[in-house]
Structures are given as structure tokens and as C-alpha cells.
């Protein structure tokens, strides 16, 4: 399964308007995003809704992920990690806007 850590730097945390450009990137991907943190189960990173109820604020650590079968040899694995890598960094810049 390809995945990819990140820090959530938006001040508020995935709520509001940076959960909702996180959502429209992934997606734009296409893929079936998951996203994580310790302690609780994975969401649907194309879900606002579970996004900003999953409570992922200022500063925690996050793992984006996308099931290997959910490639179905449609999508290369190296695709996958450079998509996962790309909305890392949105994760990671919300802050500095």
C-alpha cells in the first residue's frame, strides 16, 4: 500500500476551508485516499464530512493512503506515492499561506 506521512500546518487544523482544498485535491486525483492518525481509523480523504469530524488539528502527524487494490494495475504504483506525495506537501504548506 503506498503511503505518505505529513504534518497538518494549518492553524485550525483540518477544519473549515483547509479541510475543504484538501478534499477537492484528492479528489481531483481520482484515487481513493485514505487518511489517518494515531488512534483513530482511517477516513475517506474525499469525504469532507469524515475528514472534519475524524479531528486532525494544528500539528499532528497524518498518514495518506491508498489501497493496493484500489490500483488495479490501472495506476503504477510510483503514480500512486508521487499523488500521495504531492497532497503531503498541501498539507504541509496550508500554514504558510
Known amino acids: 500500500m503506498p503511503t505518505q ?6 492553524p485550525i487544523g483540518l477544519h473549515a476551508r483547509p479541510a ?3 478534499v477537492r485535491a484528492v479528489t481531483e486525483t481520482g484515487l481513493p485516499v ?7 481509523r482511517s477516513v475517506d480523504a474525499r469525504s469532507l464530512l469524515q475528514v472534519m469530524t475524524a479531528d486532525f488539528p494544528y500539528g ?3 498518514e495518506l493512503g491508498i489501497e493496493d ?5 490501472v495506476l503504477t504504483r ?5 499523488a500521495l506525495r504531492t ?8 500554514g504558510s499561506e
Open 20 to 22: 475543504a482544498v484538501f
Open 60 to 62: 499532528c502527524e497524518v
Open 5 to 10: 506521512k505529513a504534518v497538518v500546518t494549518a
Open 34 to 40: 485514505t487518511i489517518t492518525k494515531a488512534g483513530i
Open 87 to 94: 497532497l503531503g506537501e498541501l498539507l504541509e504548506t496550508q
Open 78 to 82: 510510483e503514480k500512486a506515492e508521487d
Open 69 to 73: 487494490s484500489a490500483l488495479n494495475g
